[in-house]
């Protein structure tokens, strides 16, 4: 059982150029959540989705942050115009949910993408 | 305010030793807690949670919990620890009040000297 993949594991860019990153869930897991993380602190929650649909966003993601899930298995996150201030752990989450609820489950994180915006 | 709080940013120990992790959280309503570890470059892995039942919570390599109501709180322990246990350690609380998000506390840095 392979757990949750993401790619790249490191990245490097200049001041204003996009970036993307890419989430690979456990297989069969219907919901998929970012998180940001920066030195110091715990993650803190980007959004999230069940299947293909995006149900939540915090309002950490501004309008240079665009998430996917387009099949409802792999997501990217894509991040426009990068600011000095984006550098941070970027990590991935998958979770099985059987309920509606979902309050109770196990999300299962992935290595991150690791970002530094020169 | 929804929070999480680790009390002590960095706990050093001695090999062998017991230690305890603190957490409390700020919540009205019932509320589910776990506690994750990171090791160096690593993302997050469950080390238990706790969502009803026993308030008493063993997870792997050793570590439990005691979730206190009326404390709120949900202190990490170990009796006995290795120098493996270096490692960043993570309270999160999750329910109706929090939403299907994880809330996270700023984490608690464990060193295990020998």
């Known amino acids: 059982d392979t757990g949750v993949s993401q790619d790249p594991r490191h990245k490097i860019t200049k001041r204003g150029q996009n970036v993307t990153f890419r989430c690979d869930p456990i297989?069969?897991?219907?919901?998929l959540y970012w998180y940001r993380q920066t030195l110091g602190q715990g993650p803190e929650f980007l959004t999230y989705?069940?299947?293909?649909?995006?149900?939540?966003k915090s309002r950490l993601l501004s309008d240079r942050f665009s998430a996917e899930r387009p099949k409802g298995s792999f997501s990217t996150l894509e991040i426009q115009h990068t600011e000095q201030g984006d550098s941070a752990m970027y990590l991935c989450?998958?979770?099985?949910?059987?309920?509606?609820?979902?309050?109770?489950?196990?999300?299962?994180f992935g290595p991150g993408t690791r970002l530094l915006v020169l | 305010a929804q929070s999480v709080t680790q009390l002590d940013s960095q706990v050093p120990v001695f090999e062998e030793a017991p230690v305890e992790l603190r957490c409390n959280y700020s919540s009205s309503v019932s509320v589910y807690l776990f506690w994750y570890v990171q090791y160096p470059n690593q993302g997050l892995q469950l080390l238990l949670k706790y969502l009803s039942g026993s308030t008493l919570v063993k997870g792997i390599n050793g570590f439990e919990a005691e979730f206190n109501k009326s404390q709120t709180s949900f202190h990490l322990r170990k009796p006995s620890v290795h120098i493996s246990d270096t490692a960043e350690y993570f309270c999160?609380?999750?329910?109706?009040?929090?939403?299907?998000?994880?809330?996270f506390g700023a984490g608690t840095i464990l060193r295990v000297k020998s």
């Open positions: 297989s069969e897991h219907n919901r």
């Open positions: 989705f069940q299947n293909e649909a995006q149900l939540e």
């Open positions: 999160a609380v999750r329910g109706m009040e929090y939403g299907n998000k994880l809330v």
């Open positions: 989450a998958s979770s099985l949910v059987i309920d509606s609820a979902g309050y109770q489950e196990t999300q299962y």
